[in-house]
Nanobody, 122 residues
Framework: VQLQASGGGWVQAGGSLRLSCAASGRTISAYGVGWFRQAPGKEREFVAAIDWGSGITYYPDSVKGRFTISKDNAKNTVYLQMNSLKPEDTAVYYC????????????????WGQGTQVTVSS
């Protein structure tokens, strides 16, 4: 599975961005797809995940209510809609895939895309 993340950019606090993660190489209907982020000097952290087959989603408390993960079956693409962005959301965002359902640990994911930078200014 190859993953291509895009959609990052610069936004003011309170603004919105939508990230995309396009999958290719294999149908990912049996996969879970997650988003992670890594800020400078910090560890990579879990942001959201979706089970492709069931549509079940999972979020940490830090983004719950602000971020929404969704999928487009026809485009084999997962999206991360980020609203009410805060400066602390600034990071490189990565999408990842695993065979199975939702998961929140880095080690549980087998495939990773390149990152896309999100910068939120105050």
């Amino acid at each position: 599975v190859q993953l291509q993340a895009s959609g990052g950019g610069w936004v003011q606090a309170g603004g919105s961005l939508r990230l995309s993660c396009a999958a290719s190489g294999r149908t990912i209907s049996a996969y879970g797809v997650g988003w992670f982020r890594q800020a400078p000097g910090k560890e990579r952290e879990f942001v959201a995940a979706i089970d492709w087959g069931s549509g079940i989603t999972y979020y940490p408390d830090s983004v719950k209510g602000r971020f929404t993960i969704s999928k487009d079956n026809a485009k084999n693409t997962v999206y991360l809609q980020m609203n009410s962005l805060k400066p602390e959301d600034t990071a490189v965002y990565y999408c990842a895939a695993r065979f199975g359902g939702v998961a929140s640990l880095i080690a549980q994911y087998d495939y990773w895309g390149q990152g896309t930078q999100v910068t939120v200014s105050s």
